[in-house]
């Protein structure tokens, strides 16, 4: 059963990077049947996709952020990553890992979540 | 503003049906691309509750469904239960912004 966990810094300050980390365990991040994607959500709004990412490397990035989000994976760690450079305090959210089987391009399942304030 | 529009608010008495509605337009919905739903419980992750449009994971109760048509798409709720008190999203992908696009959630309140 595959499962994710976000780790991360709590509290970044503006201007500086958000450096967020998913464990993938239960499952290869290397599998070819799957997807990996970031979300967020501010505290009392909606969702919002960051971008995904294939095994492979292949990225696809939401438009309002690609210019500041970078998204990896590790193979050897089963991990992927989040980066998001020059924050403000709009970045501030919980921040979600999931996954995305290739053949139906929804997200199932979602780690936790972990909350990111940006905030000097 | 989201791309996908959906009520603010739904709310229904204890074994009643209730609908969700989630609207989009040529470039989403109405391009052919799958609909999702997702429930997220008060202080929890989101969760898969519908995919491509109608079918249900396993685990999901037959309660909840699915339908598509044309630019929009539906989420029903039958014999309501206090336990579907929740925030429900839909979710699709839009050819003009070249990305997955969310609904603005629809908080269900069971009265």
């Known amino acids: 059963q595959l499962q994710l966990q976000e780790s991360g810094p709590g509290l970044v300050k503006p201007s500086e990077t958000l450096s967020l980390t998913c464990t993938v365990s239960?499952?290869?991040?290397?599998?070819?049947?799957?997807?990996w994607g970031w979300i967020r959500q501010p505290p009392g709004k909606g969702l919002e996709w960051i971008g995904s990412i294939y095994y492979s490397g292949f990225t696809h990035y939401s438009p309002s952020l690609k210019s500041r989000v970078t998204i990896s994976v590790d193979t050897s760690k089963n991990q992927l990553s989040l980066k998001l450079s020059s924050v403000t305090a709009a970045d501030t959210a919980v921040y979600y890992c999931a996954n995305i089987v290739v053949v139906v391009a929804a997200l199932d399942p979602w780690g936790q979540g972990t909350l990111v304030t940006v905030s000097s | 503003q989201s791309v996908l529009t959906q009520p603010p608010s739904v709310s229904g008495a204890p074994g009643q049906r209730v609908t969700i509605s989630c609207t989009g337009s040529?470039?989403?919905?109405?391009?052919?691309?799958?609909v999702h739903w997702y429930q997220q419980l008060p202080g929890t992750a989101p969760k898969l509750l519908v995919f491509?449009?109608?079918n249900r994971p396993s685990g999901v109760p037959d309660r909840f469904s699915g339908s598509k048509s044309g630019t929009s798409a539906s989420l029903a709720i039958t014999g309501l239960q206090a336990e579907d008190e929740a925030d429900y999203y839909c979710?699709?992908?839009?050819?003009?912004?070249?990305?997955?696009?969310f609904g603005g959630g629809t908080k269900l309140t069971v009265l």
């Open positions: 491509g449009n109608s």
């Open positions: 040529s470039s989403n919905i109405g391009a052919g691309h799958d």
């Open positions: 239960g499952g290869s991040i290397s599998s070819s049947s799957y997807y």
């Open positions: 979710q699709s992908y839009d050819n003009s912004l070249s990305g997955w696009v």
